[in-house]
T-cell receptor, first 114, second 113 residues
Framework: DQQVKQNSPSLSVQEGRISILNCDYT??????FLWYKKYPAEGPTFLIS?????DKNEDGRFTVFLNKSAKHLSLHIVPSQPGDSAVYFC?????????????FGGGTRLMVKP | NAGVTQTPKFRVLKTGQSMTLLCAQD?????MYWYRQDPGMGLRLIHY???????AKGEVPDGYNVSRLKKQNFLLGLESAAPSQTSVYFC????????????FGPGTRLTVT
């Protein structure tokens, strides 16, 4: 049972346009969410996070929106750049353990065309 | 400051062989993790450690063992490799407080034939 789902395995966007990556979760106890970015042959790197007390968090070209009632979050990249081409994972820390364990979605591969 | 490093980067094993993957971090993090990444399945937690001398099972621990004898090192062992363990393995570390970000190594690509 995947508690964090990214239903779009890939997304293709033109340079300069907006990229919207979506993530759904089933566990209503999740109260913090993170997005990671992964280039080929590298490990994931932290991109942006959001606490459940907020519905939006912005960092430069990256904005994450959280809709708790729908159990849905999205990552917006504006404007998209070719260097943003990567796999993006959303993740949530498990709340019933002391190990700060993260549950990851399956990832969305973003391709930004010049 | 190297962050999180993993050794080796690539490895090919025959079924039944054993090997150990080494992870090292120089950030003085308490928590360390081993994940595997398979296509379409994201990253799944194998084992983790909340401090030197401690280990615990994650989501997919079967077929793997771990040890954390030193705070900076976290070893992942495969005693008898199986083709189902063909994957990319990532080590990560974090300070440990709830929600703190995890820092990942570059990964080890393992193929079991």
């Amino acid at each position: 049972d995947q508690q964090v789902k990214q239903n779009s395995p890939s997304l293709s966007v033109q340079e300069g346009r907006i990229s919207i990556l979506n993530c759904d979760y089933t566990n209503s106890m999740f109260d913090y969410f993170l997005w990671y970015k992964k280039y080929p042959a590298e490990g994931p790197t932290f991109l942006i996070s959001i606490s459940s007390i907020k519905d939006k968090n912005e960092d430069g070209r990256f904005t994450v929106f959280l809709n708790k009632s729908a159990k849905h979050l999205s990552l917006h990249i504006v404007p998209s750049q070719p260097g943003d081409s990567a796999v993006y994972f959303c993740a949530a820390p498990n709340t019933n353990n002391a190990g700060n364990m993260l549950t990851f979605g399956g990832g969305t591969r973003l391709m930004v065309k010049p | 400051n190297a962050g999180v490093t993993q050794t080796p980067k690539f490895r090919v094993l025959k079924t039944g062989q054993s090997m150990t993957l080494l992870c090292a971090q120089d950030m003085n993090h308490e928590y360390m993790y081993w994940y595997r990444q398979d296509p379409g399945m994201g990253l799944r937690l194998i084992h983790y450690s909340v401090g030197e001398g401690t280990t615990a099972k994650g989501e997919v621990p079967d077929g793997y063992n771990v040890s954390r004898l030193k705070k900076q090192n976290f070893l992942l062992g495969l005693e008898s490799a199986a083709p189902s363990q063909t994957s990319v393995y990532f080590c990560a570390s974090s300070y440990g407080t709830g929600g703190s970000e995890q820092y990942f190594g570059p990964g080890t690509r393992l193929t079991v034939t």
